[in-house]
DNA sequence: GTCTATATACGGATAGAC
DNA sequence: GTCTATCCGTATATAGAC
């Protein structure tokens, strides 16, 4: 299963359909699409959804597993490296998330919906993946703690504090855009510099009182 | 943790309408919802729906006013209040939306959607509410950074972190479940956890630098 | 105000021609 | 493989009895 197909405008009629599947149920979920809408967003006949596909739900759940992968697949890379430092994969992770869903922005609230709303369907869409309390970086991170680089630290809050304040954003940019007038370059410009802050305000949200 | 409970069984029809459409639109989404099930869910004939809202949308744009208040009117009271100092109000803040939400765990995802994919209704909704960036903590911000009390801080940035620590573990809450092993009574933990720390991580991430 | 019955449209899926 | 035409269940909404 490829995640990287972009929309594609050629390539064959299986894979058209796919991508515009993928467009729409990520922007707008599994109910408020109509298969005759993907359809005509694929510029193919109806019929031909269900010939390649057999149905709405089998369509949708080929959707689901691949932005599953496109959420959790890249930061489990990141987490469990081998060779790299702690401060260096809290680092690549905030950029791995805001870099993914620049390209991928409805992915998140796909995840999130779907998940509540089909988690049945989600053990098939992860496989296996994604053991966060028994990755590399978990080991690093009470490593640091022991050598007195950190404050004690709960290792969930630690994650969620760094994955939230990368994907937050995402979710939030609707009503930035509304109730805080930032438009789309602020807003990339905005995720630029939290590239580059995320782990800087990690670091000092942990770091230990040096002067008594 | 009102999820499981049926909304309003007593009080007016139109009440135990509009309870129960709340209920599930917050849930699943408005395309996910059928008026029958609302009928259901209320105790009412599906009639009687439209007799007293003449639509299935009429009764949606009621739920999301609803909810969108929710999100958003008790926080325009704490930044603004005047006699609150500046930590006092980050402090509120994030207290605010873990309890709001810990009552309404549905609304965060149900704001997110909902302002994608009907943001024609948004300024129905919003009745003008939450200027922000005219706040009061603003103002008290930009002292604190000129008393040198904090690092120079952009305030998007800033209010994205102090909102986005206490509303990501709502939007993460399933994955925490699936992924983390995380059990209700372990996440409501989390949270009052987390109505202590995140002031102090907050205070700590924009700490200036004490020694040189 | 509340019900039953129904009009009307829509959406998922398939049959069958080409 | 791709199309047109259509089946059939479901969904919103209303008419009209009580």
Redesign the pocket.
Known sequence: MNTEDKPELDG???QKIKAAAKKLFTQKGY?A??????AAEA??????????F??????FELVMADNFITFVDGASHIINNETTTFDKKVELLAAHYIDILIENPDVPRFVLNEIQNHPEKLAKAMSAKLDIFNSIIMKQLSEEIQKGNMMPVNRIHFMINIIGLAVFPFAAKPLLVKVGQINESTFVALLEERKLLIPIWIKNMYKPKEMN
């Open positions: 064959t009629t299986e109910s699409v109509k298969t005759r809408e993907i510029g193919i006949n109806l019929a031909l959804l269900n010939y390649y057999r149905s709405k739900e089998k369509l």
